[in-house]
């Protein structure tokens, strides 16, 4: 069974930056699309970052310049540079999949950007 664990998230005020880490059990990063995804409240989950095994990226318009994707395969990690951050960034953030797989969800890690 594969386990996520998303680490990193916090308080900060506009403007601030933060980096999340995902880590995995086993080898399940080198061969997987993944992505970093985050849910506000009442809002449906979203995909803002996603990086291709070989290390391309794409981001949600939303995020492009802010936030930075990156992957250490051989590390299994999977982090989430966070730049100029804006209240509307305010959610909770989880790794998973691109597309996710539903068994793969972990607790994810809160982000609040407030002042």
């Known amino acids: 069974q594969v386990q996520l664990v998303e680490s990193g998230g916090g308080l900060v005020q506009p403007g601030g930056s933060l980096r999340l880490s995902c880590a995995a059990s086993g080898s399940i990063f080198r061969f997987n699309t993944m992505g970093w995804y985050r849910q506000a409240p009442g809002k449906q989950r979203e995909l803002v970052a996603g990086?291709?095994?070989?290390?391309?990226?794409n981001y949600a318009s939303s995020v492009k310049g802010r936030f930075t994707i990156s992957r250490d395969n051989a590390k299994n990690t999977v982090n989430l540079q966070m730049n100029s951050l804006k209240p509307e960034d305010t959610a909770v953030y989880y790794c998973n999949k691109n597309p996710p797989d539903r068994t793969w969800w972990g607790q994810g890690t809160q982000v609040t950007v407030s002042s």
């Open positions: 990086i291709f095994s070989g290390g391309t990226t």
